[in-house]
């Protein structure tokens, strides 16, 4: 009774968030037939701000970060976002009934990391006294660019062989196509200018007092367009519930037993582990979204959305006490 209490308690949280208050106040506004509209420049210059921010945190916090030991931590960072988007399109994009862009969508935003969820698993660890190393949350572009890449690439893939059986494109093709779109381009952007520039004054000054705030517009415009699609979802919104209530464990656990492997051959610490296994079971909250929507822009964001945000992110954080409990079980060893 007190993990279902736990849970409600952490699902209540997460609708007074601004991801999820606004994604369902755009909702509301649409139900109730309002003609409030964003112009789409307006929507596609927020799109890229954010994911200029997101870039030039990450890119900044690995120049600080000493390479070497970053080196198979990453690895497992990249094969766990790729993976976990692989192993979605062979389950969850193949149920009879589901349109295969929303699967693939959906195990993208799985993929891909939660940064809020990533931070308070931080606080956590400092609360337990559990080291870690302070290089371990810039892993989180590892997971989470390969994860969105690869999505965006599997739906590529499906829309060409929909199109065209004989899918002249080369894999390589799709992925340079795919790179070259504005949000990965302004993810990669940002990454690129963090480790080899110094935006550090117009980062802190312009990119991290917006973010907040135009991430909010922005799912307000993600909850309107959700509701205008909610009938295709209707159907099929028990296969979503279930993904999103199994994967952040099994992920997780993929996780775990990859940062264990990182442990046993170069000393990554336990408190590294337990931030890898909570990025695998977190699914994207700010890169994902506007990443898949202007990339993906056939799927549906009430499928991979509010699988996210409404159930996937309280499971995940409900998931860190189990990694907790691992990591006092191996490492007491």
Do not use: C
């Amino acid at each position: 009774m007190d993990l279902v209490a736990d849970f409600f308690g952490a699902f209540s949280a997460q609708l007074q968030q601004p991801t999820l208050a606004f994604l369902l106040g755009g909702m509301g506004l649409a139900a109730l037939g309002s003609r409030l509209e964003i112009p789409d420049a307006v929507y596609r210059f927020i799109v890229v701000v954010l994911l200029l921010k997101i870039g030039l945190g990450a890119g900044i916090a690995i120049r600080e970060a000493d390479l070497l030991d970053l080196v198979l931590p990453a690895a497992a960072a990249f094969a766990l976002g790729t993976l976990i988007v692989l192993i979605g399109r062979v389950t969850l994009a193949r149920l009879p009934g589901l349109r295969p862009e929303d699967g693939m969508a959906t195990a993208g935003l799985f993929g891909a990391v939660s940064a809020s969820t990533l931070a308070a698993t931080m606080v956590i660890l400092d609360a337990e006294e559990l080291a870690y190393e302070a290089w371990v949350p810039a892993l989180y572009p590892f997971m989470d660019i390969p994860a969105l890449v690869t999505a965006i690439v599997l739906a590529q893939l499906h829309r060409q062989k929909s199109d065209d059986a004989a899918l002249r494109l080369r894999i390589g093709a799709i992925v340079a196509d795919s790179l070259r779109g504005s949000a990965l381009s302004a993810l990669a952007l940002g990454l690129v200018l963090g480790l080899v520039a110094r935006p550090d004054p117009v980062f802190a000054s312009f990119y991290e007092p917006l973010f907040r705030g135009l991430l909010s517009i922005l799912m307000l415009v993600m909850g309107m367009e959700a509701y205008a699609r909610l009938a295709e979802l209707r159907r099929v919104a028990h296969v979503f519930a279930a993904y999103a209530l199994m994967a952040p464990f099994v992920h997780g656990l993929m996780g775990f037993a990859l940062g264990y492997a990182a442990h046993l051959a170069t000393g990554f610490s336990p408190g590294g582990v337990v931030l890898l296994a909570v990025m695998a079971a977190s699914s994207s909250d700010i890169s994902g979204p506007p990443t898949l929507r202007a990339a993906i822009p056939s799927a549906n964001p009430a499928a991979y959305v509010g699988a996210s945000t409404s159930i996937g992110t309280p499971v995940a954080l409900l998931s860190i006490p189990l990694y907790l409990a691992l990591a006092d079980l191996v490492f007491a060893n």
